[in-house]
Nanobody, 124 residues
C-alpha cells in the first residue's frame, strides 16, 4: 500500500512561491499517477494538478494554470508542486493522492491513499 507524506507548506505573502513535496513510501512511485488536491475550510476539495506515471502528461485546474507546475522525480520517490504567484485564495491544506484504479491514471475520478496534508497560507 502506497503512503504519502506532504511537506513544504507554510506562510507566504501574496505573490510569493512555495514548493510542495509529496514523498511516497510502500511502493515505487513510478507505478503511479499522482494528483495534488487542496481543501480550504468550508469549501469542496479541489483537484489542483495531476501528473502521469511517466510524466508524459500533466493537467491543472483553471484556477492555478500558469502559476503552478507539477513534476516528479521517481528516483527520489517524490512528486513536487511548484507554486508561484500565490494568491490568498490558494490558502488550503494540500494533499497528494493516487488513482484508486491505477490503470485510469489521471483520468480516474477517484483518488485515494491521501497523505496528512500540508498547510499553505497566503497572507500579508
Amino acid at each position: 500500500q502506497v503512503q504519502f507524506v506532504e511537506s513544504g507548506g507554510g506562510l507566504v505573502q501574496p505573490g510569493g512561491s512555495l514548493r510542495l513535496s509529496c514523498a511516497a513510501s510502500g511502493f515505487a512511485l513510478d507505478y503511479y499517477a499522482i494528483g495534488w488536491f487542496r481543501q480550504a475550510p468550508g469549501k469542496e476539495r479541489e483537484r489542483v494538478s495531476c501528473i502521469s506515471k511517466n510524466a508524459g502528461s500533466t493537467d491543472y485546474a483553471d484556477s492555478v494554470k500558469g502559476r503552478f507546475t507539477i513534476s516528479r522525480d521517481n528516483r527520489k520517490n517524490t512528486v513536487y508542486l511548484q507554486m508561484n504567484s500565490l494568491k490568498p485564495e490558494d490558502t488550503a491544506v494540500y494533499y497528494c493522492a493516487t488513482p484508486k484504479r491505477s490503470w485510469r491514471g489521471c483520468q480516474s475520478p477517484d483518488f485515494g491513499s491521501w497523505g496528512q496534508g500540508t498547510q499553505v497560507t497566503v497572507s500579508s
